[in-house]
């Protein structure tokens, strides 16, 4: 129910928060939400690569527990943005903040195998870290500093982390678009220093707010369409920025867990979904795996 009524209207830009129900939920248990669309609204809100299954068919099925055989099937979400939990005082949030790469895309569909999944797993398998919560906020298709698939990084980061309960730590993904989009269609190149200098603007935000930032090393992608020569003497200066700099409470190498040590600029092969760019499964994994759960013990 929304305000105890049973519907609620969202107007364009708005975002709606229910009343609380009543369901315990386990950690790492997926939850099922179905909403009816009375009639014709438009385009909806969408998050275009969620990798989960969402059934859509005519009538109002709310009450069901299972779909039509015949409704539609995406792999999107439409109109849900999140679902927030009541959980004990000693939990906390690990949001992660990123493109398609922290989104999942080129993972199998329904197997929760993004590595903020998978790091979710990991620290509930270490009793040092049951306490703690991964929050995906990768867009695919997202950039640092310019909006195009969805606002940028920067614009919609109060939206996107401040907003979620108990964030204390962030984990910053993002750049391998903003390299790639720019010095196409009459742009110039994007510099270092610009990328670096976004950077700057989320740690600085985060800092006020008390939320400690694990720097992430932007990953390979040599051999996919849009990479240049250019491109990876930025993502290389990038990184060495992120390693060396101290700005980050914490840094996580995922571009040394995944590049091939024959061909550094490029994906190792077992990680390849054949796109050259988006690690699969076993990629994710050993995304996973980079992190120091110390970092997050109590």
Same mark, same amino acid.
């Given at each position: 129910t929304f305000n105890g009524r049973s519907s609620v209207t969202v107007v364009?830009?708005? &975002?709606?928060? *229910?009343?609380?129900?009543?369901? #315990?939920?386990?950690?790492?248990?997926?939850? %099922?939400?179905?909403?009816y669309v009375p009639k014709n609204t438009g385009a909806p809100t969408v998050h275009r690569h969620a990798i989960r299954t969402t059934y859509v068919t005519q009538g109002n099925h709310v009450a069901a527990t299972a779909m039509p055989a015949d409704a539609s099937t995406f792999v999107s979400y439409f109109w849900l943005s999140s679902l927030d939990v009541t959980a004990s005082p000693?939990?906390?949030?690990?949001?992660? &903040?990123?493109? *398609?790469?922290?989104?999942?895309? #080129?993972?199998?569909?329904?197997?929760?195998? %993004?590595?903020?999944?998978?790091?979710?797993?990991?620290l509930r398998r270490d009793e040092r870290t049951q306490h703690v919560g991964?929050?995906?906020?990768?867009?695919?298709?997202?950039?640092?500093?310019?909006?195009?698939?969805?606002?940028?990084?920067?614009?919609?980061?109060?939206r996107d982390i401040l907003?979620?309960?108990?964030?204390?730590?962030?984990?910053?993904?993002?750049?391998?678009?903003?390299?790639?989009?720019?010095?196409?269609?009459?742009?110039?190149?994007?510099?270092?220093?610009?990328?670096?200098?976004?950077?700057?603007?989320?740690?600085?935000?985060?800092?006020?707010?008390?939320?400690?930032v694990i720097g992430a090393t932007l990953t390979p992608q040599e051999g996919q369409t849009t990479a240049t020569a250019e491109g990876e003497a930025t993502r290389q200066a990038v990184n060495a920025w992120i390693r060396t700099s101290g700005r980050f409470d914490a840094v996580v190498d995922f571009d040394a867990a995944l590049r091939d040590p024959a061909r550094p600029a490029r994906l190792k092969a077992e990680f390849d979904p054949g796109d050259y760019i988006h690690p699969n499964d076993r990629g994710n994994e050993a995304m996973a795996a980079a992190f120091d759960l110390g970092w997050f013990a109590r």
């Open positions: 364009p830009g708005a &975002l709606v928060l *229910s009343d609380p129900v009543d369901l #315990a939920v386990g950690p790492l248990t997926d939850v %099922a939400i179905s909403i000693e939990t906390y949030t690990i949001a992660t &903040l990123g493109d *398609s790469i922290t989104d999942g895309y #080129a993972t199998t569909v329904d197997a929760n195998r %993004a590595w903020p999944s998978l790091l979710a797993e990991r991964v929050v995906n906020q990768g867009i695919s298709g997202n950039q640092v500093l310019r909006n195009g698939a969805g606002v940028s990084m920067l614009a919609r980061f109060d907003s979620r309960p108990g964030v204390r730590w962030l984990v910053l993904l993002g750049g391998i678009n903003d390299i790639n989009f720019r010095g196409r269609f009459g742009t110039p190149p994007l510099t270092p220093e610009e990328l670096i200098g976004g950077y700057e603007q989320i740690i600085e935000r985060c800092r006020a707010h008390g939320i400690r």
